[in-house]
């Protein structure tokens, strides 16, 4: 009987243990799985914040995108905006206006950051949430100078990049 009573409360006592420990890991990976989206969207919201508190609304950027796309939705294009506004792109190769159909969706650098949001979030043109999103940003004026997007890595030829160069304030 004494041993009956020994087993009986080392399996009591395992039992809570057992539980707890796995609460405990379930608390660490939401932790975890939270910090790093979290801490890509605190990285955006910072330099999106540091564009915005600069106040320039007239400037002129290239663009180049880089997809499995046509050659003339890749770019390099001369963007030119002024109060906020795409006032002309046009291709760098040869000067002819590139249709808003192909870039009217990142003719402005707060459109490039609507499309960072949009694939952290899965809106708008993404289906889902993108499974990597890499950005590097000018250090001292915020915006994106890179942008790589893969919204699934089980997926050949979906993903789209961006380079900005060449930013001038107007």
């Given at each position: 009987?004494?041993?009956?009573?020994?087993?009986?409360?080392?399996?009591?006592?395992?039992?809570?243990?057992?539980?707890?420990?796995?609460?405990?890991?379930?608390?660490?990976?939401?932790?975890?799985?939270?910090?790093?989206?979290?801490?890509?969207?605190?990285?955006?919201?910072?330099?999106?914040?540091?564009?915005?508190?600069?106040?320039?609304?007239?400037?002129?950027?290239?663009?180049?995108?880089?997809?499995?796309?046509?050659?003339?939705?890749?770019?390099?294009?001369?963007?030119?905006?002024?109060?906020?506004?795409?006032?002309?792109?046009?291709?760098?190769?040869?000067?002819?206006?590139?249709?808003?159909?192909?870039?009217?969706?990142?003719?402005?650098?707060?459109?490039?950051?609507?499309?960072?949001?949009?694939?952290?979030?899965?809106?708008?043109?993404?289906?889902?949430?993108?499974?990597?999103?890499?950005?590097?940003?000018?250090?001292?004026?915020g915006y994106p100078l890179t942008i790589y997007i893969d919204v699934s890595t089980t997926?050949?030829?979906?993903?789209?990049?961006?380079?900005?160069?060449?930013?001038?304030?107007?």
């Amino acid at each position: 009987m004494d041993k009956s009573k020994g087993k009986l409360r080392g399996q009591i006592s395992r039992i809570p243990l057992a539980k707890w420990l796995l609460s405990l890991m379930f608390l660490v990976a939401l932790i975890l799985s939270n910090s790093c989206g979290g801490s890509a969207n605190s990285e955006l919201d910072r330099n999106e914040k540091l564009w915005k508190s600069q106040n320039i609304t007239s400037y002129d950027f290239t663009l180049a995108r880089s997809c499995f796309c046509p050659e003339d939705w890749r770019g390099p294009v001369n963007i030119q905006v002024r109060n906020g506004t795409p006032a002309s792109v046009t291709y760098v190769s040869n000067g002819q206006t590139a249709t808003s159909e192909k870039f009217g969706d990142v003719d402005t650098i707060e459109e490039l950051f609507a499309v960072i949001r949009d694939a952290y979030e899965g809106k708008n043109t993404f289906d889902q949430k993108a499974e990597t999103v890499e950005v590097t940003y000018h250090p001292q004026m915020g915006y994106p100078l890179t942008i790589y997007i893969d919204v699934s890595t089980t997926i050949a030829d979906e993903e789209q990049g961006y380079t900005v160069e060449e930013l001038v304030r107007k």
